[in-house]
């Protein structure tokens, strides 16, 4: 089954660049997006198709998708931004999630 | 405004089947989305039940589908969860959500709030 591997934690100081990666076997000829989770709350659509925001997401969060590799980005963090973050890809009709990601903005 | 409730008994007895249901407004389930739904159990990640269409065509977790009932009720404009043989591997907060299809750019873009379920070992 296809799998998607995220590092457990990212640590990152309020203003800078956060880069938060999600890794699969040819994951850059799939589609990726991702979930934002905040303690005690439904996930929230960040990025979806790669690198398109939803209505109401603020533009510091950015996505991509090359190869192995899709990558959520946000700039200029926020303590708003600590969160968990999750990507999901779509492999031989299944939805597939990655374990996870802890933002903390230290 | 589309919302998502989730509804269903807070506790099942191991290897007895748990029922969820998930009732849509502000939104046909019989419009162009399919709906969805996802658990998460306590301090872990997210894992994809099914999705179903209003046709009542369904795509299953494989590692799940021996277990899982995912149908739909237009009438009602609800769809609903059924998991057989409950463990205590079971216990987590159940979701339902909105995506927009089942092919490779498939995203959740609504959820319910969840509901916690809990199965005693």
Redesign the interface.
């Known amino acids: 089954s296809y799998e998607l591997t995220q590092a457990p934690s990212v640590s990152v100081s309020p203003g800078q660049t956060a880069s938060i990666t999600c890794s699969g076997d040819k994951l850059g000829d799939k589609y990726a997006c991702w979930y934002q989770q905040k303690p005690g709350q439904s996930p929230v659509l960040v990025i979806y198709q790669d690198d398109k925001r939803p209505s109401g997401i603020p533009e510091r969060f950015s996505g991509s998708n090359s190869r192995n590799i899709a990558t959520l980005t946000i700039s200029g963090t926020q303590a708003m931004d600590e969160a968990d973050y999750y990507c999901q890809a779509w492999d031989s009709n299944t939805v597939v999630f990655g374990g996870g990601t802890k933002l903390t903005v230290l | 405004q589309v919302q998502l409730q989730e509804s269903g008994p807070g506790r099942v007895k191991p290897s007895e089947t748990l029922s969820l249901t998930c009732a849509v407004s502000g939104y046909s389930v019989r419009s162009g989305y399919y709906w969805?739904w996802?658990r998460q159990p306590p301090g872990k990640?997210?894992?994809?039940f099914g999705?179903i269409h209003h046709s009542g065509r369904t795509?299953y977790?494989?590692?799940l589908k021996s277990r899982v009932t995912i149908s739909v009720d237009t009438s009602k404009n609800q769809f609903y969860l059924k998991l057989t043989s409950v463990t205590a591997a079971d216990t987590a907060v159940y979701?339902c959500a909105r995506t927009d299809g089942?092919?490779?750019?498939?995203?959740?873009?609504m959820?319910?709030?969840?509901t916690m379920v809990t199965v005693p070992s």
Do not use: K, R
């Open positions: 969805g996802i990640g997210l894992e994809w999705t795509y977790n494989p590692s979701y089942v092919t490779g750019t498939t995203a959740f873009d959820w319910g709030q969840g």
